[in-house]
């Protein structure tokens, strides 16, 4: 394996650890005096501490070193953690994010922010570089016998003997960890004997090279505490079966008193004063009994001595897991979406052969196409991640705006594990920022403000995900005042984005917040006030193939709603007929189908139309004339229509020409095989072989209003007049 392939997966372990440290931290603020969390959070940055110094990452190893010095404080219950460490642990927890990038990238940070974290961590150290080791100073006892000296830097006193049984299991090895490396570290740390069991050795034909069969039992003679012996096995917490106890006469050596050599007329030593043994302190560090055998726990901090708590003997080892190329994730994806067209083509060419019925025939082609569908589901698995990590970054954005706005904020994540397809991840990042940013500068009040009105001076943050209905809903929700609906609309007037005497209900005015070039902030900020925002986000979710929508109360909050498809590899569709052309439109967009009877379409004006749905009228766009077609079909009749819902218009609805089927399809890229079409998204391949374009319902609506006869403004009008 070359040098860079290594490196490259010291980054990808990095992303690991430093969510983990985001998510230990979280946990830290709620439960700050569970050791195991902030265990959790000290061996994360000192595995990335760790790895940076195998490839000479000098600051980022001079960095991590502070932090973790600071978090080993804590962990000793040395330090007290409140709010104001806390932060600094969020910072340092952002800056050691900040500094992995930058050596993966090779670029540069800014170094004052980097000088004034390290200077807060150190604060917090009394001076001190490094942690001391726990010691007690030595009680002198007199009891007419010689003075023995118990100064702790005696070898003698301070060497200790202990007794470890190492037994790997199957996943140690499936995780790549080599148990000599281990015995190697340990062996640096004084005198090493190993001794393998072999008593779970089988017969040959029975051995499985890949099963963990041998265990080990070493014993290390040592001056360096228990806590370094716990380090050295760190790594394969969870992956094997860890014992280490300390030889008794050796612990006792540093107090074992010697023989008298007293003459015959002196028979007996001086009884003890009483005063003396009551100075006797408790709390020396006895060792272990074998009833006592831990199980890889680190000494408890305020006694010194091993926590007598069980382990578990449950394993919480990581899942084995497997690095794979995302290109050959791409190219199977592709191969899988071949595949289900190829079942598609079948299907059609059996049926073209007007063959009679063979029940055994439709029966395999109908297990080919469910296997076809599980195969690409399975796949389309593979690239599914959780939302964890893209929350986790939303924390830090909602930390950075309440710095920058002088407010507090504090965000809570509902549904984090919620798998999502990477791109669709990856794409959402720029969108879901400028909400969270919105949500802190806009949403919430200042904390005075919100002492008046009877909250809490920190504002909340609510972001959740879930699966519904095939689709991702995420939501970005504050506790905030609400819109300022007057404030709203009074600007988009002022701007000339809606008439001066238009009359808009409360969902309306709401949606005027994603035009281009709209922001009710009265100066230009870091954070606000340009005019690039909320359009940004609905055009960004738009090309991810969702929807994003507004709820608001005021004094209580505002709500974001995106809905979004699992994936933007394959969908669920309508094939219709538009004039003489096959097209597909997206089962998601579509709330209902109608086919209208002539008395419910009235026309508006000269070439405008509406239909009459349960008593409200909803504006028609002919998909044909959106798109330049020339119908061949009846002019005159109705066809079918799509009923969809829209942000900026509410309820319209699409005409075309008939509904053939719903199906799967999988979706090619039109600007990168020809290039982008107004009013399509992508195009697929049916199962005749021949190529269907893909329907952008929101796209269409934007034609229909640019083509001079804009059923909306009449439809608006209508409305009044029937009002």
């Not at 000793?76 to 969020?90: C, I, P, Q, S």
């Not at 094939?575 to 008395?599: F, G, H, K």
Request: charged share 25%.
């Amino acid at each position: 394996m070359s040098v860079n392939s290594i490196r490259d997966t010291f980054f990808e372990e990095c992303e690991e650890l430093l969510e983990a440290l985001v998510e230990g931290l979280a946990q830290m603020e709620n439960a700050s005096d569970d050791m195991e969390v902030v265990n959790a959070v000290f061996r994360s940055v000192h595995s990335i501490k760790g790895g940076a110094g195998a490839f000479a990452l000098d600051r980022l190893v001079a960095f991590a070193h502070s932090f973790e010095t600071v978090m080993d404080k804590v962990r000793d219950r040395a330090l007290a953690v409140d709010e104001k460490l806390m932060g600094v642990f969020h910072r340092a927890g952002d800056h050691l994010a900040d500094l992995v990038a930058s050596a993966r990238d090779e670029t540069n940070l800014d170094d004052e922010t980097e000088f004034g974290l390290i200077t807060e961590l150190e604060s917090y150290l009394d001076g001190d570089t490094a942690v001391e080791d726990f010691c007690f100073d030595a009680v002198t006892l007199d009891f007419g016998g010689p003075q023995i000296d118990l100064g702790v830097e005696d070898p003698v006193a301070s060497t200790r003997v202990f007794h470890i049984r190492f037994a790997p299991t199957r996943a140690l090895y499936e995780n790549g960890h080599e148990p000599l490396l281990i015995f190697d570290a340990l062996a640096e740390l004084g005198s090493l004997s190993v001794e393998a069991d072999l008593s779970r050795l089988p017969e040959f034909d029975a051995f499985d090279p890949a099963d963990a069969i041998l265990s080990w039992q070493l014993t290390l003679t040592t001056s360096e505490p228990e806590t370094t012996l716990h380090e050295v096995f760190e790594f394969v917490e969870g992956l094997c079966t860890l014992e280490i106890t300390i030889e008794q006469s050796a612990a006792l050596q540093a107090v074992e008193l010697p023989e008298p050599t007293a003459s015959p007329d002196e028979a007996t030593l001086a009884e003890p004063d009483e005063t003396a043994l009551s100075q006797i302190p408790t709390d020396f560090p006895v060792s272990a009994t074998p009833s006592e055998t831990q199980t890889g726990n680190r000494p408890d901090a305020s006694t010194g001595m091993p926590s007598l708590a069980p382990a578990s003997k449950e394993s919480r080892g990581p899942k084995p897991t497997l690095r794979v190329d995302l290109d050959r994730v791409d190219r199977l994806i592709n191969t899988v979406g071949e595949l289900i067209i190829n079942q598609a083509m079948i299907s059609q060419r059996i049926e073209e052969l007007d063959l009679p019925t063979v029940a055994h025939l439709t029966n395999e082609l109908e297990a080919y196409k469910l296997l076809a569908r599980d195969i690409q589901e399975g796949v389309m698995a593979i690239r599914a991640q959780p939302v964890k990590p893209l929350f986790q970054r939303m924390s830090r954005i909602v930390r950075e705006a309440s710095d920058a706005t002088g407010k507090k904020a504090k965000m809570v994540t509902v549904g984090d594990s919620t798998e999502v397809d990477k791109t669709v991840i990856e794409r959402l990042a720029d969108p879901l920022t400028h909400m969270v940013r919105n949500a802190v500068d806009h949403g919430l009040e200042l904390p005075t403000e919100r002492n008046e009105a009877g909250k809490d001076q920190t504002g909340t943050i609510r972001l959740s995900a879930a699966h519904r209905s095939g689709s991702v809903f995420i939501e970005i929700s504050d506790d905030g005042a609400g819109l300022n609906r007057e404030r709203i609309l009074a600007k988009a007037m002022e701007k000339g984005l809606v008439p001066p005497d238009v009359d808009l209900s409360d969902p309306e005015i709401d949606n005027l917040l994603f035009l281009p070039g709209f922001s009710t902030a009265g100066q230009v900020s870091a954070l606000s006030g340009r005019g690039v925002g909320m359009d940004v986000v609905k055009n960004a979710v738009h090309a991810l193939g969702g929807r994003v929508s507004i709820t608001s109360t005021p004094g209580k909050g505002t709500t974001f709603a995106i809905v979004l498809p699992l994936t933007l590899a394959v969908m669920d569709g309508f094939v219709i007929s538009v004039a003489d052309q096959t097209m597909v439109i997206p089962i998601s967009s579509i709330l209902e189908t109608i086919r209208p009877n002539p008395r419910d379409i009235h026309l508006v004006g000269t070439d405008s139309e509406v239909v009459s749905v349960r008593g409200s009228y909803v504006p028609i766009v002919d998909v044909a004339d959106s798109l330049g077609l020339e119908r061949r079909d009846d002019k005159n009749s109705n066809g079918i229509l799509l009923l969809i819902s829209t942000e900026m218009q509410g309820l319209t609805a699409l005409r075309v020409t008939a509904i053939h089927d719903q199906r799967q399809v999988v979706i090619k890229s039109l600007e990168s095989n020809y290039a982008a079409i107004p009013g399509v998204s992508a195009a697929t391949i049916l199962g005749d072989g021949k190529i269907a374009l893909i329907l952008d319902p929101e796209e269409l609506i934007k034609l229909a209003q640019a083509s001079g006869h804009d059923p909306f403004a009449l439809h608006s009008r209508m409305e009044l007049r029937h009002g």
